[in-house]
DNA sequence: TATTGTTATACTCTATAACTATA
DNA sequence: TATAGTTATAGAGTATAACAATA
């Protein structure tokens, strides 16, 4: 019933024990502001045009991240099978978004590319995000974005300590 | 195409202008940690038993936070429509995660409320959150966690002064 | 008549299994 | 035989439109 999706460690850390000795009210600060963001993050693809769905966009994403990729590292990519990437790539072509051209080398492989029309969108996607996290940094003081800068690298160092991700490359999907 | 979601403002400011005076390297790693902090967040709802998928949980959580409401309540709150929320209900239903019952004061509303495995399911999945963000937490300092409380606030309250969501109770949804 | 929810229909997205083409 | 991708089939998730029940 559930999307697959790349596994990282054989076994599943989340089940395991409690926090340590992180005192509560860090934890609900951290989630709650993690929700804003992922709010901030996840309306920038509103409105854009033309209108593709989620799934799409995060499938346009994933080709822009490796330029040139075959059908079985995009499935992988996006966590999907063979079989759902073909069928999400036969509508992504019909809508002009990518183009599949089979590889010189070995004949069995399909190249995933994004046409220009892909590269517009995923362009205007990407210029979206930043405005939008630009907006919410442009209301802070130099002071508070330095500190910031500084408490975020920090954060994102401990959860690539912890556990360090194929692609970080994530988007918040639609909320 | 894509779904319907909430609209909060008249008019889109992500088309607006660039992020004024913020230098690029601090939109980008704050772009950066906010992918990250998805994954951790997102991966939470691996190996979830029953395995439900990310829409049902999303349902799921928005019913949790309300206690009950009615099913058009709940439509809005996904961001979809009646019908599209008529029928994940009676999936929901046949999972036995949630429960329907018609109102008293109002004959021709749907009350909708979590069986007690939803609540079991949601309490999990809570627990399963925090103890991610906990275990990314326990690896830094407490110093370093001080600054990070201190200007993930700064942040947060930024980003509700752009932008009051509606309920803020985003789910950073699969990766 | 207006509101609340459901049903009918059609499309996207996904998975399992069977298949084709190439190596 | 093994690998890369597609096609067949089925179910979840969604929207538009038509409908029933209640106010």
Do not use: K
């Not at 460690?9 to 963001?37: C, I, K, Q």
């Not at 992922?38 to 799934?55: F, M, N, T, Y």
């Not at 995009?74 to 063979?82: K, Q, T, V, W, Y």
């Not at 590269?119 to 209301?139: C, I, K, N, Y």
Request: hydrophobic share 40%; net charge neutral.
């Amino acid at each position: 019933m559930t999307q697959r999706r790349p596994r990282l460690s054989a076994e599943e850390p989340a089940g395991g024990g409690p926090a340590g000795d992180v005192p509560g009210d860090v934890t609900t600060a951290v989630e709650r502001v993690l929700s804003t963001a992922a709010l901030l993050w996840s309306r920038a693809d509103q409105g854009l045009e033309p209108a593709v769905s989620p799934i799409q966009l995060r499938a346009v994403e994933a080709i822009s991240r490796f330029g040139r990729l075959n059908l079985g590292g995009l499935a992988e990519e996006l966590g999907a099978i063979p079989s759902s990437t073909s069928r999400l790539c036969d509508r992504l072509e019909a809508a002009g978004l990518i183009v599949r051209e089979s590889a010189q080398a070995d004949r069995r492989e399909i190249i995933v590319r994004l046409s220009d029309q892909g590269e517009r969108l995923q362009a205007e996607l990407t210029r979206r995000r930043r405005a939008a996290v630009g907006e919410v940094l442009a209301l802070m003081s130099p002071a508070s974005r330095g500190r910031l800068i500084d408490a975020l690298t920090e954060f994102g160092m401990a959860c690539e300590r912890r556990q360090p991700g194929p692609s970080s490359a994530v988007d918040f999907r639609s909320a």
